[in-house]
T-cell receptor, first 113, second 114 residues
């Protein structure tokens, strides 16, 4: 049973506009969330994370929002650039699970020049 | 620079053969992980290790084994390859000095079982 879900397999956005990628989770024990970015033929690379004690974390053009009551998080990319075109994975971890990550199925973002 | 490497990058094998995928990291990380990536499933954890001589089963461990004889390497063995094990395999590592640690991924190995 998928504990982390990304219900949009793909998203297309014009360059310069905002990209919003969504992620839902079911396990209330999850208390740390990460976003990874993956280019073809490469391994995933860490992008940004958020702890459950926060509801927002920002790093340059990337912001992650966490809504614990809805078990929902989102990644905002502003402004979107063609180099952002990649597959984005949401991942979650529980303190009791040490370093084990549970991944979503990924969303392919295409930024159109 | 520290890195994590996987070999081979591509492998074609036949059903029933034993296959070993290599993973080597120079981060000196205690934690190492193996995942498989399949369409519609994202990345799923196969096995993981928190240190030398430590191995643990993940979500999809059936048909796979690992061993950890040193800090740098965590080879993944498919005892008798099956077509259902055709996938892209990723190795990852992380530090062990806190409850939440970013995992660093290798470039992946694409395995095809005919």
């Amino acid at each position: 049973d998928q504990q982390v879900k990304q219900n949009s397999p793909s998203l297309s956005v014009q360059e310069g506009r905002i990209s919003i990628l969504n992620c839902d989770y079911t396990n209330s024990m999850f208390d740390y969330f990460l976003w990874y970015k993956k280019y073809p033929a490469e391994g995933p690379t860490f992008l940004i994370s958020i702890s459950s004690i926060k509801d927002k974390n920002e790093d340059g053009r990337f912001t992650v929002f966490l809504n614990k009551s809805a078990k929902h998080l989102s990644l905002h990319i502003v402004p979107s650039q063609p180099g952002d075109s990649a597959v984005y994975f949401c991942a979650a971890s529980a303190r009791t699970g040490a370093n084990n990550l549970f991944f979503g199925t990924g969303t392919r973002l295409t930024v159109i020049p | 620079d520290a890195e994590i490497t996987q070999s081979p990058r591509h492998k074609i094998t036949e059903t029933g053969r034993q296959v070993t995928l290599a993973c080597h990291q120079t981060w000196n990380h205690n934690n190492m992980f193996w995942y498989r990536q399949d369409l519609g499933h994202g990345l799923r954890l196969i096995h993981y290790s928190y240190g030398v001589q430590d191995t643990n089963k993940g979500e999809v461990s059936d048909g796979y084994s690992v061993s950890r004889s040193n800090t740098e390497d965590l080879p993944l063995t498919l005892e008798s390859a099956a077509s259902s094990q055709t996938s892209v395999y990723f190795c990852a590592s992380s530090e062990s000095n806190g409850p939440y640690n970013e995992q660093f991924f290798g470039p992946g190995t694409r395995l095809t079982v005919l």
